[in-house]
């Protein structure tokens, strides 16, 4: 089984930084997907990003191409979400997951979520 906590959400002025992070506990980190996903007030929680168990393939929603960068430190056990340019849209509580082992589904991991809020 694995524990995820994020932590970093806060509140940035639009075209600001945050840097998001999800610490993992229990099974073995390096064996799992790494994923991060929003919901937004109203709105169905989306994909944002995913990283693979060895960090070297990524894929990235499109609204977070070029401003999300997603990577990881199995050394740490620790996953990371660099959010550059943020835009008033991008206000939502984020969300790490984690699947595996080895790409597949047959376990699945959620954390509680850190919120992110974006001024104008």
């Known amino acids: 089984q694995v524990q995820l906590v994020e932590s970093g959400g806060g509140l940035v002025q639009a075209g600001g930084s945050l840097r998001l992070s999800c610490a993992a506990s229990g099974d073995t980190f390096s064996t799992y997907t790494l994923g991060w996903y929003r919901q937004a007030p109203g709105k169905e929680r989306e994909f944002v990003a995913s990283?693979?168990?060895?960090?070297?393939?990524?894929n990235y929603a499109y609204f977070g191409k070029g401003r999300f960068t997603i990577s990881r430190d199995n050394a740490k056990d620790t996953g990371y979400l660099q959010m550059n340019t943020l835009k008033p849209e991008d206000a939502a509580v984020y969300y790490c997951?984690?699947?595996?082992?080895?790409?597949?589904?047959?376990?699945?991991?959620w954390g509680q979520g850190t919120q992110v809020t974006v001024s104008s």
């Open positions: 990283i693979s168990g060895n960090g070297i393939r990524t």
């Open positions: 997951n984690a699947h595996g082992p080895h790409g597949t589904y047959e376990y699945d991991y």
